[in-house]
Structures are given as C-alpha cells and as structure tokens.
C-alpha cells in the first residue's frame, strides 16, 4: 500500500473549517484514500473514503487532486468535538486485502 | 445495539503470565482485526480473520496468538513470549471487500498493562 504524508498537527478555530492535507503522492490506479480518526483513547472512527472522484457525508467531505497525488479531508463547521488524530490511509480495495496500515496521523485541535 | 464490545477496558497482569482479549461483534461481519497502538503512535496490525476457522499474521504477530471459532468472536492472546506487552489493543471489524463498504468499524479498546 501507498505511504502516505500527515502535517503532525493543526489547529483550527472552532465554528470554522478544518481542511486537513494529506499526501499520497505514491498511490496507485486501484488505491482508495480513507480518512480515519481517534478520539483520546478511543478506538478509531471511520470518516470517508474515495477513489477519483470528491466525496461528502455526513461528517465531512473528501476533494482528492486530479493526479491523486494529494487529498484533503474538509470537517466545513469544527465543533470541539472534533479535537482528535485523523489518518489518511491509502489502500487496494480487494477481496482478502483488507489490511489497514496507519500512520502517525495528525493532531487536530479546535480552540474554541 | 449493533457493534463491538471488548472487554475489560483496563486489565493489570504480572510478567510471565498469558492474558486473553475479549472482542466480540454483532455486525454480522465476516472479518476481524487485533491492533495494537503504543503512546503518541499509529496502530499497527497483529492478526486477522477473514473468515471463521481461518486467520493471518499482521505486522506484529510474534507473541500473540488467536482463534475464530465463531463469526462473532475473535480473542487475542498475549503469550509471555511478547516482549512489551503494555499497549492498548484494538479489535476491528469488517465485511469483505467487494461489498460496496468495507470499512473498519473499532471496538473501544483494552488497555492493557503488564508489570
């Protein structure tokens, strides 16, 4: 699976819009980009994920560059809730490959 | 409520002795994971299950052993052989992919630590 590249960590105001990068300037044809996130001590929460074309849920939305070099992973109104380590992961979506590999991720803080 | 327990949150052992995770789902989903994630790091995977009877060594299998005798369950044992064993571990379910979603859905956690 593609390595991919997380800022440490960020701040945001609270109210406003997190946009966290990620880059994943390995990744290839048949690789999905999932966001993830960790509340202290918590286990993970899955966010979103997408291939080529940009996505949004409920929680948040996902823009992903035209070379899918690069994704950004958009929470539009922070709430302080929203303080965690989020993960971008890269990985081929087979059947019997179903390994996530996580990285450092980034710390998120919102100030209120 | 659909999702995965494990239990207990905190468990304390002494070194030497073997000590068995609990995690359990009612997702009807047919794959599991065991992750393990050390302070300030990312989760790294021990084992996995895709299917009831059958499992696969992670990254980090050395020391720890499981079974998936049922769909719904899925235990981890930590073996004296595993040299750190104080981390919190979590378990993770999934349906295969091919299903249109085949995302992780985490368990709370056991913190284990090992004195």
């Known amino acids: 699976d593609a390595k991919t590249t997380q800022p440490t960590s960020m701040d945001c105001a609270e109210g406003r819009a997190a946009n966290l990068p990620c880059n994943h300037s390995?990744?290839?044809?048949?690789?999905?980009v999932y966001w993830y996130r960790q509340i202290h001590s918590q286990g993970p929460q899955y966010i979103i994920h997408?291939?080529?074309n940009n996505e949004t849920n409920e929680m948040a939305s996902l823009i992903i560059t035209e070379d899918r070099k690069s994704s950004t992973l958009i929470l539009p109104h922070a709430t302080l809730r929203d303080t965690a380590v989020y993960y971008c992961?890269?990985?081929?979506?087979?059947?019997?490959?179903?390994?996530?590999?996580f990285g450092t991720g980034t710390r998120l803080t919102i100030i209120p | 409520d659909g999702g995965i327990t494990q239990s207990p949150k905190y468990l304390f052992r002494k070194e030497g002795q073997n000590v068995t995770l609990s995690c359990e789902q009612n997702?009807?989903?047919?794959?599991m994971y065991w992750y393990r994630q050390d302070p300030g790091q990312g989760l790294r995977l021990i084992y996995y299950?895709?299917?009831?009877?059958?499992?696969q060594k992670g990254d980090i299998a050395e020391g720890y052993s499981v079974s998936r005798e049922k769909k719904e369950s899925f235990p981890l044992t930590v073996t004296s052989a595993q040299k750190n064993p104080t981390a919190f571990y979590l378990c993770?379910?999934?349906?295969?992919?091919?299903?249109?979603?085949?995302?992780?859905?985490f368990g709370p956690g056991t913190r284990l630590t090992v004195t």
């Open positions: 993770a379910s999934s349906t295969p992919a091919g299903t249109g979603r085949s995302e992780q859905y």
């Open positions: 390995t990744i290839s044809g048949n690789e999905y």
């Open positions: 997408g291939l080529k």
């Open positions: 992961i890269v990985r081929k979506y087979n059947f019997g490959n179903e390994k996530l590999t």
């Open positions: 997702l009807n989903h047919d794959a």
């Open positions: 299950s895709q299917i009831v009877n059958d499992f």
